[in-house]
Antibody, heavy 123, light 106 residues
């Protein structure tokens, strides 16, 4: 059974680059059946999509973050990563990784989520 | 971007009640809408996809309907674990966008 687990720094200083990893177990990140995504949720607020990575290598990002974000895949470690540059307090949030099908469009909702990791940006 | 307007933002209910949450899209998203339940401190859990299809393992007291711009999530006979926050997500067009959430309180 596929499972996702986020890992990250917890506490960061403003202007640093956030680096998060999502480890995939129970399946291969190279599978052509899946796409991988990142989401975030500031404390007490709603959900925001950050970006989606396709097995083909294509990536789609939220325009509000596009200039600062990169999603990449490391097949040797069976994990994918998020990098967010120049963080500020506004980037404080729980960050979730998730997986979705790359089949029929109706199935392209994110059907499996990690438990999330809290990242706090503070000086 | 497609704006998703969810209502109400909160509601009070009791175990056994039937509740309805609505989500309106700023443009036609056909039926590419999902609903999630989020319990405090937990990740979102998928409930419904394609507006009305039940995600695997989700109990049938959850039902989704709608198409185009107007969508509804109905929970029949609320259970204690249903007191949570619910979000809709449109996945028709990038950027993916969520509704603002509906918190169901006792």
């Amino acid at each position: 059974q596929l499972q996702l687990q986020e890992s990250g720094p917890g506490l960061m200083q403003p202007s640093e680059t956030l680096s998060l990893t999502c480890s995939v177990s129970g399946g291969s990140i190279s599978s052509t059946n899946y796409c991988w995504g990142w989401f975030r949720q500031p404390p007490g607020k709603g959900l925001e999509w950050i970006g989606t990575k396709y097995h083909s290598g294509s990536t789609f990002y939220n325009p509000s973050l596009k200039s600062r974000v990169t999603i990449s895949v490391d097949t040797s470690k069976n994990q994918f990563s998020l990098k967010l540059s120049s963080v500020t307090a506004a980037d404080t949030a729980v960050y979730y990784c998730a997986k979705r099908s790359d089949g029929y469009k109706i199935l392209r909702y994110f059907d499996l989520w990690g438990r999330g990791t809290l990242v706090t940006v503070s000086s | 971007d497609i704006q998703m307007t969810q209502s109400p933002s909160s509601l009070s209910a009791s175990v056994g009640d039937r509740v309805t949450i609505t989500c309106r899209a700023s443009q036609d998203i056909i039926n590419f809408l999902a609903w999630f339940r989020q319990k405090p401190g937990n990740a979102p859990e998928p409930l419904i996809y394609a507006a009305s299809s039940l995600h695997s393992g989700v109990p049938p007291r959850f039902a989704g309907s709608g198409s185009g711009t107007d969508f509804t999530l109905t929970i029949n006979s609320l259970q204690p674990e249903d007191f949570a926050t619910y979000y809709c997500l449109q996945y028709n067009t990038y950027p993916l966008t969520f509704g603002g959430g509906t918190k169901i309180e006792i």
